[in-house]
């Protein structure tokens, strides 16, 4: 079978979902393919023990590392992507994550964009995915043209005595940017299974919701669940997309479109193109640069669990507050070291998949009484690490974490904050391979083709007709979750997409 549409973008993630979004209203007959199907809403959405130890939202699917270890990768295929399950945090990069960064471990490089010039979209897409924060709390805020779309998550009672204790350390905790509808009527009931979980009542700012449920309303829009992209096809002479093969439902079919946006999430765009290889594209589809799949970031990161076995930790919705004094710098270190956040309460159920020894009445105990941060370090770009296709289709993901000086500078300085906060014990869990959720950098933006594989609206410098938008484009990973940055620059290609269908 063959069909034609005017534009094919696959994924539906922060990144395809948003662009389909914001050109629902634009006549384009587009088609929005995604690999999986809706998440559906069931009890089990709620249940650790099903989320966490029995997986039963991840794919059953394996990948490897360098050492040609398996491991379950931390993706999610279904209407959304990632955001299903995100944590819902929605923060910004920082105003100078765009320019060149000295780290301890290297140079972070620079954007081919400014912050000035992604701002409008930052402010654009926190309005569409309900983002709650508040301006001028934390010292490293960059510039805003306006307020936050809605108030901050308010910090319940435990964790306003934290934020206490930690101004009279001289830090700075702030609220964090949170992307969940608890405006009056909302959705959101404040329940402890957000951070980590599909949320039941599709109350998470998230890109199925807020994104392809709504664009969906349009007529020139057509949805494909369950239809995995396998390869693009170009013309004769390379330099166009003209078809897409696809399997949907068991069956292959060729779709031809004018434009094609790939949207997989960075290793999965990098392996479709990869797979796209032709005899003008040998090495993969738009890899002239030789950089396609290479330069892969996650972040390093840990877990911390601050426990005082005096005092019950009451908080249900506890991730409201984030701590940004050692992102540029820290005590007695001149160099950046990256951002603490509060983690969704933790539980039991979910301490027993990485604690499989420890009795779950232990590990109760102690969840009772912690209080539970994300540790969050930038990972520099090296063309080493990288996600490569063997022949036989097993995926090989090489990652050797680097720039972890400054992140054990960054635990150390967390675990003081805690101690001094009066938490006796700290318990940290640095995170490994499979811990992939922020996966970017596979197909970076820049201006010259010879160190990129695309241009500062993420069209691919070799194929004239193709864009990639997930994380894939960043030249660097900052020290920020990213979803954000991604459905701002979806928002901004959106427009130049526009622009040459007036042409």
Not at 88 to 105: K, N, Q, T, V, Y
Request: net charge neutral; hydrophobic share 35%.
């Amino acid at each position: 079978m063959t069909e034609q549409f005017d534009l094919v973008i696959i994924g539906t993630g922060a990144g395809g979902g948003t662009l389909a979004y914001a050109l629902r209203n634009s006549g384009l007959r587009i088609l929005l393919v995604e690999r999986g199907d809706f998440l559906p809403q069931e009890p089990q959405n709620w249940q650790p023990m099903e989320v966490f130890d029995r997986r039963r939202y991840k794919p059953d699917e394996t990948w490897y590392g360098a050492d040609g270890k398996p491991f379950y990768p931390g993706v999610h295929y279904f209407v959304g992507g990632n955001t299903k399950v995100y944590g819902a945090a929605l923060p910004r990069f920082r105003r100078e994550d765009f320019g060149a960064i000295e780290h301890e471990g290297g140079t972070s490089p620079a954007w081919p964009i400014s912050y000035e010039e992604l701002e409008p979209y930052y402010a654009r897409a926190e309005a569409i995915y309900l983002v709650h924060g508040a301006p001028s709390e934390d010292p490293t805020e960059p510039p805003r043209s306006g307020p936050f779309p809605y108030p901050p998550v308010s910090h319940e009672p435990y964790i306003d005595e934290l934020c206490d204790r930690l101004r009279s350390q001289g830090l700075h905790p702030f609220h964090l940017p949170m992307a969940i509808d608890l405006r009056e009527g909302g959705r959101c009931i404040r329940c402890k299974t957000c951070d980590g979980f599909p949320c039941q009542v599709l109350a998470k700012g998230e890109s199925d919701v807020c994104c392809v449920r709504p664009a969906l309303n349009s007529p020139t829009l057509t949805l494909w669940t369950r239809t995995l992209a396998r390869r693009l096809q170009t013309d004769e002479t390379g330099r166009r997309v003209i078809a897409v093969e696809l399997e949907r439902n068991g069956q292959k079919e060729i779709v031809h479109a004018d434009r094609f946006v790939v949207a997989c999430g960075a290793v999965n765009s990098a392996l479709l193109l990869l797979r796209s290889a032709n005899d003008k594209h040998p090495n993969g589809l738009a890899n002239s640069s030789g950089l396609l799949g290479r330069n892969y970031m996650v972040h390093n990161n840990t877990a911390l669990m601050a426990v005082d076995p005096r005092r019950r930790n009451p908080t249900v919705f506890q991730k409201t507050m984030a701590v940004n004094d050692f992102y540029f710098r820290g005590p007695d270190f001149p160099y950046p070291m990256g951002n603490i956040q509060l983690l969704g309460k933790l539980q039991a159920g979910m301490l027993t998949a990485a604690q499989p020894l420890v009795p779950k009445p232990i590990l109760q105990a102690m969840a009772d009484r912690s209080v539970d941060w994300w540790v969050m370090s930038e990972d520099l770009p090296d063309p080493n690490n990288r996600v490569e296709l063997r022949s036989d289709g097993k995926v090989v993901i090489h990652w050797k974490p680097n720039n972890l000086v400054a992140h054990r500078k960054l635990v150390e300085a967390a675990k003081t904050m805690m101690r001094e906060a009066g938490y006796r014990f700290v318990f940290v869990k640095p995170m490994g391979i499979e811990t992939n959720s922020h996966q970017c950098g596979t197909a970076r933006f820049g201006t010259d083709p010879a160190t990129s594989v695309l241009d500062p609206y993420c069209r691919a410098h070799d194929v004239e007709n193709l864009w990639v938008v997930d994380s894939s484009f960043f030249p660097s990973s900052a020290a920020m979750n990213p979803a954000l940055t991604i459905a701002a620059q979806a928002l901004r290609v959106a427009e130049k997409i526009v622009d040459r269908n007036s042409k």
